[in-house]
């Protein structure tokens, strides 16, 4: 390579170079090394969304180089930027991926901007580390994957369970049978802890001096600036967030998903207050109907799961007197049991326990993550495998995704995920693919 090659060409040429060769291997395996990396190098980071869950996402970086910062509002970024004083800083996330001296970036956005600026970076060959859910919408999804295929690069979604030993243990209990085939899941969360099903707010504040609301807008039809948006409640919002089951789904199915590969649910249907045209529900009880499934561990029986939200739980008797925790999820079997209560798969229970008394697990054969972050950046720099790269991760967010589009049609929706389409609901195609302000198109 000529001396003047920028780090970006660098890492762009050996991603399509390596694209040939991991042609036919698992997508999880799709990641490529940028040229002359090692495990001990550090990588040139881009912070997008530096506040909030962005501030949590860059602490997990730090030990990068964190050469460049960008967030909408000057105030958030300015305190940030403290701890990282040579970084460059930018509101405008487009003029961050102008830079040539990236190799990766962290996006922590709102929902509505997760795909640009990560289709954006992976287009240019950089690797992507993006929160959940990984998309507002499922064409948004579909996109992100095959961007993340074609250009090779390193991904990871942020419901970091995914990287929790516990969440391991359990899903090497179900594959190996312990409780029996399972043909029934519930899951569920305590959120929203912030207001859905209300209308929008007839203030029209002024827009604080440090916020850029035409960036922090990006896609969003344009509205006035109010505080009922920004920050954090947001995610009420459909134009912005995808409500509770969009924030904690990916968290809370993922055991699920992962354990009894539940992708591309034949039907799915809501239950829920009448839609508003604005906001999220106030609670939601959503049923996936999967299909059997056949497996590297064996032909999966036809499986049905049942996600609450909004204060809603299943009945207390399936829980063998056992106390419901604020978020979980519960296996069904033939056999019995597993109890997950908590959001992020770190342990489980056996049901009912004296059926389980001196109960000894398998010897585990998943192996352990160095951590959700870790194994991100260890990816970048060496090509080893992500758990949540953004094929399985879009598979997910697709399915939690799902739930919302049955409910904003109001009926039972059959899904066929080859063309992408609800196949007796024609009507469901506007909120599968939204529209794009002008100038912020994927």
């Keep these: 390579m000529p001396p003047t090659t920028s780090r970006r060409e660098l890492i762009k040429t050996g991603a399509l170079a390596g694209v040939g060769f991991w042609v036919g291997l698992p997508l999880a395996s799709r990641t490529v090394r940028a040229q002359g990396t090692t495990a001990n190098d550090r990588l040139n980071i881009g912070i997008i969304g530096a506040s909030g869950r962005g501030e949590g996402n860059l602490s997990a970086v730090a030990s990068e180089n964190i050469v ?28 961050l991926l102008e830079r040539n001296d990236l190799d990766a970036v962290v996006v922590s956005t709102p929902d509505h901007s997760h795909a640009l600026p990560a289709v954006m970076a992976m287009r240019q060959g950089l690797h992507v580390y993006c929160e959940k859910p990984l998309t507002h919408s499922i064409y948004e999804a579909r996109v992100m994957s095959e961007c993340a295929a074609r250009y090779g690069v390193a991904t990871q979604m942020g419901n970091q369970g995914h990287s929790n030993s516990g969440a391991r243990r359990t899903v090497e209990l179900i594959r190996a049978g312990v409780i029996g085939p399972i043909r029934e899941v519930h899951a569920w969360t305590d959120r929203p802890i912030w207001p859905q099903g209300i209308d929008r707010p007839t203030e029209m504040p002024p ?35 995808t409500g509770a089951l969009g924030d904690m789904a990916c968290h809370v199915l993922d055991v699920a998903f992962w354990a009894l590969d539940l992708r591309d649910p034949l039907a799915v249907e809501a239950e829920g207050p009448p839609p508003h045209p604005e906001t999220a ?107 949540s790269n953004f094929a399985y991760a879009s598979a997910l967010t697709e399915t939690v995704l799902l739930g919302i589009v049955a409910y904003r049609v109001g009926k039972k929706i059959e899904w066929d995920p080859r063309r992408m389409c609800c196949t007796n609901a024609p009507e469901a195609s506007r909120y599968l693919r939204r529209e794009y302000r002008k100038g912020w198109e994927l």
């Design 68 to 95: 460049a910062l960008c967030d909408v509002d000057e105030e958030r970024l300015n305190r940030v930027a403290q701890r990282f004083p040579h970084a460059a800083k930018y509101r405008d996330y487009r003029k």
């Design 207 to 241: 827009v604080p001096a440090t916020l850029d609301w035409d960036l922090w807008l990006g896609p969003a039809p344009q509205r006035p600036y109010h505080s009922a948006y920004h920050p954090f409640r947001w995610r009420g919002w459909w134009d912005f967030g």
């Design 281 to 387: 529900p106030q609670w939601t009880i959503i049923r996936y109907e999967f299909a059997e499934r056949t497996t590297p561990y064996g032909v999966l029986p036809p499986c049905r799961l049942t996600w609450y939200d909004g204060g809603k739980r299943p009945p207390t008797e399936l829980f063998d007197g056992e106390r419901v925790a604020d978020n979980g999820t519960l296996f069904i079997g033939e056999k019995g049991k597993i109890y997950v209560p908590d959001a992020y798969g770190a342990r489980y229970v056996l049901l009912p326990r004296s059926q389980f008394e001196g109960f000894q697990p398998p010897p585990p054969s998943i192996p352990n993550s160095p951590g959700h972050h870790a194994e991100w950046l260890l990816a970048c720099k060496t090509g080893s495998p992500t758990g």
